[in-house]
């Protein structure tokens, strides 16, 4: 009875988001639908790498790689076919094929920890090198030039499945992107709720126990990881189609470390937490943009220096934990503490 | 022959600035097991230390490269510790991303305070010739100081009392607790002089790189790559970590660019954490310091 | 700790809100007029790129103010919006998008690198704003929503390269930026090399965040050549000066470049490091005519005699406004097309570089070009040639014949 209603909740709350969205693009202005755009894509990053690390216990250093692999590959496939319907299934399929080479190298052969964010660091630096260095008129796939620094501009953004001509309006691509979220979210609510989501945080909780349980370790995590490359590759694909462009920036240590931050402050442990902290920060970096008294980089250091000193579990789960003790003490208060752990 | 010269110093040197480069980091992350991402920007504030001593209050520059700058550097690193490592001990992410914050925080207070304008000082020393050929005196100068530095500091870690207590809290910080030294001092020092010799890699390669606030970003990647592909023993580790990444970096970059260089290095780097996940000293030179 | 934890979260979450409220867009005036005309300017003044972008502010800045004090534009005071896009693209594109939707300014001066440039531009196409670029850069770009105040490698190379092989010889080893600009002057380099006569050994590209040169040094010493010719851009490049010198190769093989000064590499350097280079750029702080002396003395009575110097990019903001204030005044509106059909009628004017002339066809500016030598931290103007015209988007842009192009072209050499 209570899982049922559990996974009634998750729908509605999907369905809820999809409605706001859908208000919100009758409703507000054209310019900060825009700038919510660009937030709920980064929302949707900051979800995979809450969903990998948060849940899977896997600190990705390097998710941009796969956010940028998406980008890029959204980008080429657009740009040399023309029609916006394959490029995004490739944006999704190719770096979780990349994932799944990557994570079988680290998972199988049993590093974790430092070495796996060192490795995934050094992996997304490898793609920001090499994608920054492609500037000569010899670097192309197919038509798109790669542009090296400069990046790729002038991208065509999404049109109508296999209607190459009806190209989505930005409140369109407004509603794709918070749809995409809500979807991205209840389908990862779904998988956690299953037996498949269950082993995966009892790995996170004590790899060797759920090991030596019986639970294929290597495969669960590798399937966690690839979720999770899948997601940022949506993301990926999404954010080219808010600006029409894609640059190496994607693939930079100050993406993937902005990440980790959203998560960090939204609360790990949680899905919406990361998401709505990433909407407040990027919010916040956007008005320190305009106006030169105190540097974003310091407000940003400060603020992920005292989370991780003063609130490791984020803002959600502090909420949802200072919520529960103005409620009369219940019974099942006490063991609900145990589930926000990170 | 006179190039191969010339080749071969570039190739030691490559391997010299990433010893400088890593050797703090490796000192807290042997010692401590703490992962110092705010060690680029200790290194950026040794080189601001340097250059505003030299330039603004006329300190010769040996001296500002050699004292001033990882004094400033270390006593800071001592009060980091105290205000937020301290906090954080057996937490190795949890360290590594409050210190990743601490660098953010840095950068923007640099900012805010120098300015984005690079501040460079000339280097010191005089260019040398080899036939017909000539490089920089300074090169020389940083392939002996490695060494110099690395000798120093193993010389300090066996042959000294305080290397003798640290080398017993990294391995059992409770027993020797127990034996009567005092982990936290221990742990202050030791991160105070990890934290100097950032400051003091920061300011040998000033000459080099020039000082701008994001510096440290350059640093970091690399130095953190060399540190835990060496694994915990800080000497060896470092040592051979900086000898295989700046051999293959600098090979790869003269048969092509600086690009592929950068992405031998962090190719080869996987590659070996894959077959040595716990570093290269994790399997070979386990008991070596 | 003596607070608890959760009255201090709450503390620092009132406070942090505050902070943000409070912060608002840094605005020239205090005074929100309604009158006023609204102007964006979208430039890094934070990141690697601010030792370009906080100059090129200034004079934009400086140049609102002037027109403001002159009676401002058909009677009405300028407003300058400034926005710090911290060399992140993304920024950039929300920061043309905010510009264009919500503040609907009459026109945005912006962006630094091409890739910069590249991300405004079709933002600023689409929602139709006017938008100028300040920067010197690659050419090719062919777009009637867009002007360029900067000059084109076709008015720096051509002159410059001549005099170099002339003076030195003709064999040329090339240093490059690995990016978009220093690829596309690289080949202009190697044409108009070959053109005198010359031979390019090599052309090497180094991205914008290499700092180790040893390399690159050696393999210079080893190929002995004439000159060298430097399109190295940026911070982190500064230190191949350095470390030539540093390697004894300071006059032994000469440099010459036409981006050398624009990042104030030769106030950074030391005379040691830096004397003997030779650059060609449209402004350089020293150019001898009176609009230019009268020129600096404002700039520096407003910002401080200890204000960096003045470079090329800044100038190219400069020029930017006062070409966009006579178009205005021509026109008699703000309105976008207006200006454009105005300044498409002919405008000439002379700024502190020189003479100024708008291309109808190119929207781009035929300008001066002088070539310096470095010493002591100045540049010593050495020529000039006037009203050099940008022969090199010219070959590709005709906004004349084809008025709704909006693309960049690669100019095929």
């Known amino acids: 009875m209570k899982l049922f209603s559990e996974k009634i909740q998750i729908v509605i709350t999907s369905l809820a988001m999809v409605l706001v969205a859908l208000w919100l693009s009758g409703a507000i202005e054209l310019y900060t639908l825009l700038s919510l755009t660009v937030f709920l894509v980064m929302g949707l990053l900051s979800l995979s790498l809450a969903f990998i690390w948060g849940y899977g216990g896997i600190l990705c250093f390097g998710q941009a790689a796969f956010f940028g692999l998406g980008a890029y590959t959204y980008a080429i496939c657009a740009i040399n076919w023309g029609d916006s319907t394959w490029a995004v299934v490739m944006a999704v399929l190719l770096p979780t094929l990349f994932s799944l080479l990557l994570g079988y190298v680290i998972f199988y052969g049993g590093v974790s920890d430092v070495y796996l964010g060192a490795i995934t660091l050094a992996v997304s630096l490898v793609l920001f090198n090499w994608v920054n260095s492609t500037s000569g008129s010899e670097y192309h796939i197919g038509e798109a030039l790669l542009g090296g620094f400069n990046g790729i501009p002038s991208v065509p953004t999404l049109n109508l499945p296999f209607k190459p001509d009806a190209i989505l309006s930005p409140e369109a691509i407004f509603m794709v992107t918070a749809g995409c979220l809500a979807l991205c979210y209840a389908l990862l609510k779904f998988v956690l709720l299953s037996r498949f989501g269950k082993t995966v945080v009892a790995i996170r909780e004590n790899e060797q126990r759920a090991g030596l349980l019986g639970y294929n370790v290597p495969a669960h995590k590798l399937a966690t990881f690839a979720i999770g490359a899948a997601i940022a590759g949506l993301a990926g694909c999404l954010y080219v189609n808010w600006g029409a462009f894609v640059s190496p920036g994607v693939f930079s240590i100050s993406q993937s470390a902005q990440i980790i931050i959203w998560v960090i402050v939204g609360g790990r442990g949680t899905l919406l937490g990361p998401v709505i902290s990433c909407v407040l920060l990027q919010w916040m970096v956007t008005r320190l943009g305009a106006q030169q008294t105190v540097d974003v980089n310091l407000v940003l250091g400060v603020i992920l220096a005292v989370f991780v000193l003063l609130i490791p579990g984020g803002i959600l789960p502090t909420l949802q934990r200072l919520w529960r003790r103005k409620r009369p003490a219940a019974p099942a208060s006490r063991a609900q503490v145990s589930e926000v752990k990170p | ?289 | 700790m003596a607070i608890s934890r959760r009255s201090f979260i709450q503390g620092s979450a009132v406070s942090a809100l505050g902070l943000a409220a409070g912060v608002a867009p840094q605005f020239s005036f205090a005074a929100d007029s309604k009158d006023a005309i609204k102007i964006a300017s979208i430039l890094d003044l934070s990141g690697g790129l601010d030792i370009y972008g906080k100059p090129m502010s200034n004079a934009i800045n400086l140049a609102a103010e002037e027109i403001n004090a002159a009676g401002g534009l058909l009677g009405r005071p300028l407003q300058v919006i400034n926005y710090d896009a911290q060399s992140n693209m993304q920024l950039y594109a929300q920061y043309a998008q905010q510009a264009a939707l919500k503040d609907k300014v009459a026109v945005v001066h912006g962006g630094i690198t091409s890739a910069s440039r590249e991300v405004i531009r079709p933002v600023l196409d689409r929602f139709r704003s006017l938008y100028f670029y300040p920067a010197q850069y690659e050419g090719g770009v062919c777009d009637r929503n867009y002007f360029s105040s900067g000059s084109t490698p076709a008015q720096t190379v051509e002159k410059l390269v001549p005099y170099a092989v002339k003076k030195w010889g003709k064999k040329v080893y090339v240093l490059a930026a690995d990016y978009n600009y220093g690829q596309i002057v690289s080949a202009w380099v190697k044409k108009s090399v070959h053109d005198n006569g010359g031979e390019v050994v090599t052309v090497e590209f180094f991205p914008l965040d290499v700092t180790d040169f040893g390399a690159a040094i050696s393999k210079i010493q080893s190929a002995k050549p004439d000159m060298v010719w430097s399109a190295l851009v940026g911070g982190a490049h500064i230190s191949f000066y350095r470390q030539w010198h540093a390697a004894g190769m300071s006059g032994k093989i000469p440099i010459a470049s036409t981006v050398f000064g624009g990042g104030n590499e030769h106030i950074i350097l030391s005379p040691e490091e830096s004397n003997g280079i030779l650059v060609a750029a449209n402004y350089m702080q020293e150019i001898p005519s009176p609009e230019n002396k009268a020129f600096v003395e404002r700039f520096h009575a407003r910002y401080g005699a200890n204000t960096p110097y003045i470079s090329d990019l800044a100038m190219g903001a400069y020029q930017g406004m006062l070409i966009w204030a006579e178009g205005v005044r021509k026109a008699g509106d703000i309105d976008r097309m207006k200006v454009i059909e105005a300044l498409e009628s002919g405008v000439t004017l002379t700024s502190p570089s020189g003479k100024l002339s708008v291309d109808p066809a190119t929207h781009h500016c035929s300008l001066d070009v002088h070539i310096a030598e470095v010493e002591n931290h100045q540049m010593k103007i050495l020529q000039t040639f006037t009203d050099q015209a940008p022969v090199d988007t010219a070959m590709v842009c005709d906004l004349k014949k084809n008025p709704r192009d909006t693309k960049q072209y690669q100019i095929e050499l």
């Open chain 2, 1 to 289: 022959m006179d190039l191969f010269i010339i080749y071969a110093i570039e190739v030691l040197n490559a391997i010299a600035v990433l010893m400088i480069m890593s050797v703090g980091l490796a000192v807290v992350f042997g010692m401590m097991k703490i992962v110092n991402m705010a060690h680029g920007e200790f290194m950026m504030l040794g080189g601001y230390s340097a250059i505003l001593a030299t330039n603004q209050w006329g300190v010769p520059i040996w001296i500002s490269m050699l004292v001033i700058a990882p004094l400033t550097v270390g006593v800071f690193g001592a009060v980091i510790e105290r205000v937020i490592i301290r906090h954080l001990y057996g937490r190795m992410i949890d360290t590594m991303l409050a210190t990743w914050g601490l660098s953010l925080a840095l950068i923007g207070a640099a900012t805010m305070l120098f300015g984005n304008t690079t501040l460079g000082i000339s280097s010191p020393l005089p260019s040398v010739s080899i036939g017909s050929y000539s490089t920089s005196g300074y090169s020389l100068f940083m392939i002996v100081f490695a060494i110099g530095l690395l000798g120093a500091l193993w010389l300090l870690l066996r042959f000294t009392t305080l290397g003798l207590c640290a080398r017993a809290t990294m391995q059992n910080a409770r027993m020797a607790a127990a034996l009567g030294s005092n982990p936290g001092k221990i742990y202050s020092l030791t991160f105070g002089l990890g934290a100097a010799l950032s400051g003091l890699g920061g300011a040998l390669l000033a000459p080099i790189t020039g000082v701008i606030p994001t510096i440290g970003v350059s640093f970091i990647a690399k130095a953190f790559i060399t540190v835990i592909g060496g694994g915990s023993a800080i000497i060896a580790g470092t040592l051979s970590a900086s000898t295989l990444f700046g051999t293959i970096s600098q090979l790869v970059t003269y048969f092509s660019t600086p690009v592929f260089g950068a992405v031998a290095l962090l190719l080869s780097a996987i590659v070996l954490l894959r077959l040595l996940p716990q570093g290269i000293t994790g399997r070979f030179f386990r008991r070596s310091l």
